[in-house]
Structure formats: C-alpha cells, structure tokens
C-alpha cells in the first residue's frame, strides 16, 4: 500500500462495520464505495463484517405475518401475471411470430407487449381480472404515433388509455379512471430493456392528458401503478393500473 | 447436471419440492405459483425483521409487501453466486424499512420492546431446516448479547433502527469514531463467535 494509499484508507479505516450496517450517511457511502472499489483491505473486512449482517435478521424476535398480508401480495402478483399472460397471448393474435418465444417471460421489465389493436376486452379467468383495451384512432401530424395502453379493469373498470407520440412529446391520455384511493396517487413508471422501470410523472386524473417528463429514448414501456402519494418509491409497489409498449 | 425445471403451472406439491434458486427461475418468467412458495419459505423471517425495525404491524407489512413485490418484478436481478433467496429477500427487506425509517414514514420509531411481547407469535418448527434456522437464529442472539452493551447498543440502533452513525453518536452523545469503533469491535467479535459456533457444529452438506 503506498503512503497516499495508506492516509486514503486509514480514513476509512473504521468505516467497514458502519457500511454493513447500513449506518453510514449518504454522502459518506458514495465516498467508501469509491475507496472500496481501490481498497483491498477493506473489501475483506466487508465481506468478513458482511457474513455477520446476513445474519443479524436471525437475532428478530419471531413474528407470524397475517395471512391478510399474503393475500394482499398474490392477488397483485396474480393480476399482473394474468395481465403479462394476457398482453403475450394477444401478441400472437396480432401477429407476433408465429411461435411464442421462450425468452417473453422476463418478467416485469421484459415483457413483450404488442399494441391491442382492435381489441375490445378480454375477460380472464382465476383473479376474475378484466382487460379492457381501446385503441385510439392516429391523430395529429403525420409524425404522431398513438399507441394503445391496456388497463387492467379489475382496478379501473371502464377505463380507457392510450400513449401518444408528437413531435418529440410523449404523452398518456386517460379516460375514465377511477379516483386513486386516499392517500395514493397515479404513478407513471418508464423502461427501458433490461433497466428497472423509472419513475416519471404522478397524477390523479380521471380522464385527460399527461404529459411524459423527461428524455425517453431507448424507453420502450410505460406503466401506471397505484402509489402512495408522500413519497416516491424507487419500484413499482402499487397494483399495475395500466401499460402500454412505445418501441 | 441441470436440474429440469417444471413448466409455469406447475402443482404446488411439485413446487415446494425445488430449491429457492430454481423457484426464482420460474419467479423470472413470471409463474406466480413459483413466487407463492419463495414467499411462504421466506415471509416469516422477512416479517419479523420488518415488525423489529418499524415497531409496528402496518408499517412491517407495507415493507414486507413492497419488498416482495419488488422481487416479483425484479426477479432478474438475483444471482445466486451472490448469496440465497433468504439473504436477497431479507436485504431488500432491510433496504426498504431502513427507506421508511428514514423517510419519517413510521412515525413512532420503534419501540419493539418488552411490551410487545404478547404479538409475538412463534412460526411452527416444521423441517429441519427450520429448526436449522432456530439454532442459528439462537446463536446470532447469544453472540449479541454477549457483547459489551455499548457494541451490542450501536449495532441495534444501526442495523435494527435504521440510524446512520451520525445520528446515533448525537443520539447518545459520543463522538463519531467512537460510535464506529464499537460497531468494528462489536461485529468482529460477532463473526468470531458465530465462526466458532459454525466449527464446532456438525458439518453437513445442506445449506440453508
């Protein structure tokens, strides 16, 4: 280790256990990760500290979760398989290749979901979700995309959605949407291939225009979910209301 | 040998068979039976350590559901060379209660003590794996409490508490290298412990 290497880390001499335990500040993590990146001798006190932190979990009194919890969870992860079942079936109905590849469940990111057009609904079978999907019609210049969004009906009955492309602005036009429930907010989430969705703008329209904030390119998904309203979350956490494919 | 994974749709029974890794595969291509399981395996743990940090039910069960929510959308992102399911799930739940904590969401930090007592609830010892996990689970707290008070005190107020080592050398009026010495102090002597706990534990071919 050299002498500027040696005052570098006997700075951070202490600050392994602190990093395992999630108790360094914000500012302070960015600069140790920097150092840990060129620090040996820290990398192996993390790693040795980490086996420890793995582990305090164990040391929590035992709990039981209510079964409400779960029942909570799956009904979500069960609406957005049959809405991820549902957008891949149609896929092939409008002329996806002919054989469903292997590789189009990936996931909540991965999706491959082709415009419903003409789709009017689908109605699903298991959680009883419905998919409404109404395709709007091109409009504007002759550069304007309009792409059809599909909602899950379960939780916004009726509603319609759509993305529209002009001239470089991106925007979701709602319509019908139910009011978010107390406390909670449309959250507008963009992705790009293999990335976690971003979150964009939030809204609490029922019918109207929202317009997408931000560089979207390479993005090639748009999703709503339900969110609470004080606090961004950085992942979807809510129930998927909507999704549409841009690319 | 690779091991042949059940198609999406496949029966619980045959289900619950599969190691967590080979869960998470099919949590991948979205099967969310496959999901149903790694959260039966791993909610209890998740839960309990949700409850000990945010001090209240609601607040634990909004991390515990955001946590795994974010599983079932991010599934990709676990690789298992970096550790278990468990260690994943209980990271992602650590993260996101410590994001409550210190967005002031759980308002009453944490007053997990003593009176509590009567909402805990013990899981049912059913495998051996489970009484695997209390044996170890035994051992990690013996290890913690068998630190000097000012260790054992700054790793709870981090770990469990979600403070950083500024708030907690304000909280109890030390100075800051103080507080991080005893974190160093009192993890090393933890891993020391817990290594000698695992050596003179018989060797077994099972992970857990």
């Known amino acids: 280790m050299s002498t500027s290497e040696h005052l570098s880390h006997e700075r951070w001499e202490s600050s392994a256990a602190a990093y395992v335990l999630r108790a360094l500040d914000a500012d302070e993590l960015a600069q140790f990760e920097q150092h840990l990146a060129g620090c040996a001798v820290c990398r192996e006190q993390v790693t040795g500290f980490q086996v420890v932190a793995d582990a305090l979990p164990s040391a929590a009194p035992t709990v039981a979760p209510p079964p409400e919890l779960k029942d909570r969870i799956m009904a979500t992860v069960r609406s957005e398989a049959e809405l991820l079942q549902a957008a891949g079936s149609d896929a092939d109905r409008v002329g996806a290749p002919a054989k469903a590849s292997p590789s189009r469940w990936r996931g909540w990111r991965g999706l491959t979901l082709r415009p419903a057009t003409g789709l009017a609904a689908l109605a699903l079978t298991g959680a009883g979700v419905a998919i409404g999907a109404v395709t709007f019609g091109q409009g504007g210049g002759s550069q304007a995309v309009t792409r059809t969004a599909l909602v899950n009906a379960g939780l916004a009955p009726g509603a319609r959605a759509s993305v529209r492309s002009s001239g470089g602005v991106t925007a979701l036009q709602v319509a019908g949407l139910p009011a978010p429930a107390r406390g909670r907010i449309w959250q507008v989430w963009v992705a790009r291939p293999g990335q976690p969705p971003q979150p964009n703008v939030r809204f609490n329209l029922a019918s109207g225009t929202v317009v997408v904030a931000g560089d979207l390119r390479g993005v090639n998904q748009l999703m709503v979910t339900e969110e609470p309203s004080a606090f961004v979350p950085t992942a979807p956490t809510g129930p998927l209301v909507l999704r549409a494919k841009l690319a | ?208």
């Not at chain 2, 979205?30 to 909610?43: I, L, M, N, Q, S």
């Not at chain 2, 109890?172 to 002597?189: E, F, H, N, Q, S």
Request: net charge neutral; charged share 30%; glycine share 8%.
């Open chain 2, 1 to 208: 040998m690779p091991r042949l994974l059940p198609s999406t749709g496949s029966s619980p029974g045959a289900l619950r068979q599969l190691a967590d890794e080979d869960l998470m595969q099919l949590v991948r291509r979205g099967d969310p039976d496959a999901f149903e399981v790694v959260y039966e395996r791993h909610a209890g743990a998740a839960f309990s350590l949700a409850y000990r940090m945010c001090g209240r039910r609601t607040a634990a069960e909004d991390v515990v559901q955001e946590a795994f929510l974010s599983l079932w959308r991010s599934g990709t992102r676990y690789d298992r060379t970096r550790g278990s399911v468990r260690t994943w799930v209980l990271g992602i739940v650590h993260n996101r209660a410590i994001d409550s904590l210190r967005r002031g969401i759980v308002h009453e930090r944490r007053q997990v003590a003593d009176d509590d007592l009567a909402e805990r609830l013990e899981a049912p010892e059913r495998t051996d794996v489970e009484v695997a996990r209390r044996d170890e689970a035994r051992e990690i707290r013996t290890a913690l409490k068998g630190l000097p008070s000012e260790q054992s005190q700054v790793i709870e107020l981090a770990y469990f508490g979600g403070f950083t080592h500024t708030e907690i050398a304000s909280l109890l009026d030390t100075p800051v290298g103080t507080i991080k010495g005893r974190m160093r102090l009192g993890l090393a002597k933890m891993r020391g412990q817990l290594t000698e706990a695992a050596s003179m534990a018989e060797p077994s071919g099972e992970t857990l």
